[in-house]
């Protein structure tokens, strides 16, 4: 009995814990081998994946590596807003028929030979022959034609260039290689005008922005054409085969996107890029004291200034310092003068900007073309600017928002609270507001502020233009509503003259301007750029804030020793 | 189990639609985008009109959000204003470079935190328990930026041991381009996802040492120690098994979090992945990207949550609804 129920146990074991067993054996010998076989996969692709990768910097290769702010929205150089599109497309891959010397202002013929006034309202301008795109068409007269009359009705939206569209009436090719524009009244700058303009192929067609994108459609003349464009993370651009002259210097060229300053800084000081622009103030000192980094600074005509409501009765943002309204008093100039002379514009450059700006009394930056040296004073004056509220009827104050950009250009919003405090000080009371870009310039378009910050760059053949959209009567810049019929007839009579001329003009205009305080200037920029001098030699042009892959020059490789 | 899949996947869709409303509505309110997509309407109300009228923005709200609806559904998730091409095309561009990024970051951070965890958790209380939870809180109260920005400042320029910005060289792994399984890849991807995983690395040690703190005292551990079993073999077969539940889920959660939250890590590296491009579309008011993005973040959570939720049924019996067999 016992020997039988010992058999029973032991058969039940085995035909149910005995079975759990060995299941629980297979289960571990699978998991074994499951886990070996996936181990071997993981490792395998690793190996695999290790032999295709993209390898950076060896010695062979000249290799710049430009560490860029912003990226460009699509790399059609018709469409786009700010400097980021040019200096992602133009020159270096795109060029224009005329473009300008080192100093910003001296054009040569590029891909035009020469030109002629046939009379104020036509331009002939003959082409250089030979000359052909990265797909190897050949460049002509069509191409011309086609790309101005693409520039006045783009597919997408159109660049800011105005001025340019609305003084051609229309272009016609005479030959392969002459082409006639007629203007619609005598320009004599056109010539200067056509510098910003980059000639397309008139192969694309009616390409659309994503079809540049997609590069497709990228087709210039320039010595380098479009390799790749990794979205948010790098453009990357290769000789162009058939490029006129001798080949570009750099085998590549690398255009990397980093927007965080500091990053991009360390990213400069770590040898990962090899010049940028766009460095903080706060960053120079460090930069400037690393070996192998050299920092350049521009000058430029550039101001940081603010529009003022001088035209409406009541404003928005200026209300008595109970809330009630009130008639508007920046209307009063006496009061503009006020806000001018609480400014401490010596403070402002020195303590927020570290130095690396000029403090501007007026808006063009002095050695450009519209400054007037007279106007030169940056003295602030509290007493005075309180005794000019007490006799324009202020003595008690009044209360206002200032409104500003936030961190679109450097410390603006310090300026901003620096400029609010300045003003409280002289008996007013002041609130801030720093609204992001992509927000504030729909608002400020609209003109829905009272004080409102805004800057623009003037080039040499653009400040006539720029200055008239702001301050003419009917500018559609003129946030403020300034109205001078007297600074309107300066106003056309520089803008029908070569800008050599416009002179006198523009500093009678300045002079006006700045005693009746249309505008508030701060300070000038200064345009800072570093780079790697044992890689890499650079001469920004003057008075351009873009990177230009075309001023880049690569030292001697025997200097070369880092590699990464 | 069909059942409880089909009432989730239904829950899910109520929430998605709840979100994407409040996102739609929210976007709509803010800033005018045809200025900025074209500066010269400013002065043009013809321009600005026909501008206005091209981008749907003349539309009334409720017809604007049913035309979005409708083309949601249809899988149209609309295009870009800024980069003229389909925004989900634009954000699944970038989409592998972020998820290799939050991949690796909780990767780390589980590495680091769950031993971590543990150890602080079953000494409790004793003075290398609580100075692992110190420690941690350092992790999750360290600002992202500044982490990343010293991790470049030792690394990439003091050291030059490792590149500072960007994503390395790519692989194609089953049609994706991953930079995970190239050496220069994983140099660029160390910086980054050590930052990103800095506050997880901090949250789960927490999560784990409160759990395995609070299951120890538990009469089934107590049974385990009475057998005989040495400590390794309690934790290991014991006390992993009651926490692992509840950490699925919060693993889950993390990483939706990260998917969502890289933006700033993303910003400082200069890592081409979709936070970055959520702050650059959100800069240029590019409403079709922005939608798309929330929207596809709100489906990988709820994805993500069903998930964890499987996971945890098959796991622990105790969560399967009656009467579903294993």
């Known amino acids: 009995m016992t020997h039988q129920s010992a058999d029973n146990d032991r058969w039940q074991r085995r035909s149910f814990s005995g079975r759990m067993r060995r299941f629980n054996r297979h289960v571990t010998n699978y998991r074994k081998s499951l886990t070996r076989l996936v181990g071997t996969v993981l490792v395998a692709s ?33 469409y786009g807003l700010f400097g980021q599109i040019q200096q992602a497309t133009f020159p270096a891959v795109f060029e224009p028929l005329f473009f300008r010397e080192l100093d910003g202002k001296t054009i040569y013929p590029l891909l035009a030979e020469g030109y002629q006034f046939i009379d104020p309202l036509t331009v002939q301008i003959n082409l250089k022959q030979g000359l052909v795109f990265s797909d190897g068409t050949e460049f002509n007269a069509d191409d011309v034609v086609f790309t101005l009359n693409r520039l006045a009705d783009p597919p997408g939206a159109s660049i800011p260039i105005k001025y340019v569209t609305d003084a051609i009436a229309n272009v016609v090719a005479i030959d392969p290689f002459k082409v006639t524009v007629h203007l619609n009244e005598p320009t004599p700058n056109f010539i200067g005008y056509l510098m910003e303009v980059p000639m ?17 459609a990228a087709i210039g003349t320039g010595p380098y054409k479009f390799a790749e464009w990794r979205r948010g993370d790098m453009i990357e651009y290769v000789r162009n085969p058939y490029f006129r002259d001798e080949p570009a210097p750099w085998e590549k060229v690398v255009l990397k996107f980093i ?19 766009y460095i903080p103030t706060t960053d120079v000192k460090r930069l400037e004291r690393a070996e192998d980094v050299t920092v350049t600074t521009v000058p430029a005509n550039r101001a940081l200034y603010f529009h003022i409501d001088i035209e409406r009765g009541n404003s928005p943002f200026v209300t008595a310092k109970n809330g009630q309204p009130i008639e508007n008093p920046l209307k009063d100039v006496r009061v503009r003068r006020a806000l001018s002379l609480a400014i401490d514009r010596d403070l402002i450059v020195e303590k927020i900007l570290d130095g690396y700006a000029s403090p501007a009394a007026q808006w063009i930056a002095p050695g450009y073309i519209g400054h007037e040296p007279t106007i030169n004073d940056v003295t602030p004056d509290r007493s005075r600017a309180r005794q000019l509220l007490i006799e324009a009827g202020f003595s008690d104050g009044f209360a206002m928002t200032l409104h500003g950009t936030a961190g679109l250009y450097g410390p603006d919003r310090r300026i901003l609270q620096a400029m609010a405090a300045m003003w409280e000080k002289i008996g007013l009371k002041v609130e801030v507001d720093a609204i992001p870009a992509g927000v504030y310039w729909g608002r400020w378009a609209n003109r829905e502020f009272s004080v409102s910050l805004s800057s623009y760059g003037l080039q040499y053949y653009r400040t006539a233009p720029i200055v008239s959209v702001t301050l003419d009567t009917d500018g559609y810049d003129n946030i403020g509503g300034y109205s001078n019929s007297q600074v309107d007839l300066l106003l056309a009579q520089a803008n029908a003259a070569h800008v050599s001329d416009q002179q006198e003009q523009l500093a009678s205009i300045a002079r006006i301007t700045a005693d009746d305080v249309a505008l508030l200037p701060i300070y000038h920029f200064k345009y800072v750029f570093g780079y790697r001098s044992d890689r890499v030699s650079y001469q920004p042009t003057h008075n351009v804030r873009d990177l230009e892959i075309l001023n880049a020059a690569p030292i001697a490789q025997s200097q070369v020793t880092q590699v990464r | 189990m069909v059942s409880i899949l089909l009432l989730r996947i239904g829950q899910s869709a109520i929430s998605l639609l709840g979100i994407s409303f409040v996102v739609f509505a929210s976007v709509f309110l803010i800033g005018e985008p045809a200025s900025l997509y074209d500066p010269l309407v400013r002065e043009d109300p013809a321009r600005l009109a026909a501008l206005r009228s091209e981008l749907g923005l003349d539309q009334p709200l ?37 998820l290799e990024l939050v991949a690796l970051a909780i990767a780390i951070a589980f590495c680091i935190g769950y031993p971590l965890g543990l150890l602080s958790g079953w000494k409790k209380p004793s003075a290398l328990s ?18 990343g920005l010293v991790l470049i400042y030792i690394f990439a320029v003091g050291a030059n041991a490792l590149p500072s910005i960007g994503r390395g060289g790519t692989a194609q792994v089953f049609g994706i381009q991953l930079s995970l399984f190239t050496a220069d890849g994983i140099s660029h991807l160390i910086l980054p996802a050590l930052t990103l995983s800095l506050y997880e690395i901090g949250y789960f040690t927490r999560m784990i040492s409160t759990m395995t703190e609070e299951t120890k005292h538990k009469t089934f551990i107590s049974f385990a120690h009475a057998k005989g079993l040495p400590v390794s073999r309690v934790i290991s077969n014991h006390l992993l098994k009651a926490i692992s539940a509840p950490l699925v889920t919060i693993v889950a959660i993390e990483t939706g979090a990260l998917i969502a939250g890289s933006v700033i890590t993303e910003t400082v590296f200069a890592w081409p992945g979709v936070g970055k491009l959520l702050v650059d579309s959100v800069a240029a008011l590019d409403r079709p990207v922005i939608v798309a993005f929330v929207l596809l973040t709100a489906i990988a959570f709820l994805v993500l949550n069903l998930a964890a939720d499987l996971v945890q049924m098959l796991m622990d019996p105790t969560l399967r609804p009656k009467g579903v067999p294993a």
Request: with cysteine; aromatic share 8%.
């Open chain 1, 259 to 277: 927007p965080n300053h500091a990053a991009r800084v360390a990213a400069l000081l770590a040898g990962d890029i090899d010049l940028t622009n």
């Open chain 1, 46 to 78: 690793l190996m695999w994946g290790c032999t295709e990768e993209g390898q950076t910097r060896t010695t062979n290769e000249t290799i710049l590596t430009i560490g860029s702010a912003e990226e460009p929205q699509t790399l059609d150089p018709q």
């Open chain 2, 62 to 98: 409720y017809i604007q959000y049913i035309n979005f609806l409708r083309d949601v559904v249809t899988g149209k998730f609309g295009t870009s204003w800024v980069y003229q091409e389909p925004a989900m095309q634009v954000i699944l561009e970038r989409l592998p470079a972020t």
């Open chain 2, 130 to 147: 609580a100075s692992i939870e110190r420690i941690s809180v350092l992790g999750y109260s360290a600002p992202t930026f500044w982490v």
């Open chain 1, 200 to 216: 397309l192929s008139a192969q694309i067609g009616d390409a659309a922005p994503a079809d540049f994108n997609k590069l497709d």
